[in-house]
Nanobody, 124 residues
Framework: EVQLVESGGGLVQAGGSLRLSCAAS????????IGWFRQAPGKEREGVSC????????YYADSVKGRFTISSDNAKNTVYLQMNSLKPEDTAVYYC?????????????????WGQGTQVTVSS
């Protein structure tokens, strides 16, 4: 059974940091791209960042470049999203997802499996 379990969300003040984790199981982790997405109330789900587990290549949305860092620990089948300099507009439910083949790296439709999400709230 494929599982993606996010953790690490919470409430933080603007300018603060959080680290999200995505623990994966049930598929060959090294063959997949793992992405982080977020969805704020009333808005569409948007891609934040992704990493190829095979070669480590990464992509970031313009809105988070320089503030967020994605990394992968293949031995633990876990992907992390370090979020620094958080802003109120980063408030959303954050999801991790896995894709076997990715054409457009941060396009939600490209991803096959999804976690349940973790809430991130940034207060001003």
């Amino acid at each position: 059974e494929v599982q993606l379990v996010e953790s690490g969300g919470g409430l933080v003040q603007a300018g603060g940091s959080l680290r999200l984790s995505c623990a994966a199981s049930g598929f060959t982790f090294d063959d997949y791209t793992i992405g982080w997405f977020r969805q704020a109330p009333g808005k569409e789900r948007e891609g934040v960042s992704c990493i190829s587990s095979s070669d480590g290549s990464t992509y970031y949305a313009d809105s988070v470049k320089g503030r967020f860092t994605i990394s992968s620990d293949n031995a633990k089948n876990t992907v992390y999203l370090q979020m620094n300099s958080l802003k109120p507009e980063d408030t959303a439910v954050y999801y991790c997802a896995a894709a076997w083949r990715v054409g457009v790296p941060l396009k939600p439709d490209e991803y096959d499996y999804w976690g349940q999400g973790t809430q991130v709230t940034v207060s001003s």
